[in-house]
């Protein structure tokens, strides 16, 4: 998990979509609970944006140089599953710098 460490080696911005009621969000809105301060305190100068609104799907997008964005749904991912998700936009931006 040393990965969460690095975050901003290979990413500019991560941005968290979901709806502050909908139950599709609440895996997405308890993984922003439990982790935000942690990645925020391993990533200080990394951009964690956290953006509620009403009946959007969850969503984790990936923001990286030369404005190229990548995206993942959350709806029905568990906490693990969501962690997996961020890995592999981790691993995206190393691979987009290669």
Known sequence: MAWRAQLSKNLK???????????????????????????????PKLP?????????????????????ERGVRLEGMTEEQIFKALEDLFKTGAALKA
């Open 13 to 43: 911005e991560l941005r968290i979509l979901f709806c502050q009621t909908s139950p599709a969000s609440s895996q997405t809105r308890g993984f922003v609970e439990k982790n935000y301060k942690e990645l925020k305190t391993l990533n």
């Open 48 to 68: 964690i944006l956290i953006r509620e609104c009403r009946g959007v799907e969850p969503q984790l997008w990936a923001r990286y140089d030369m404005g190229v």
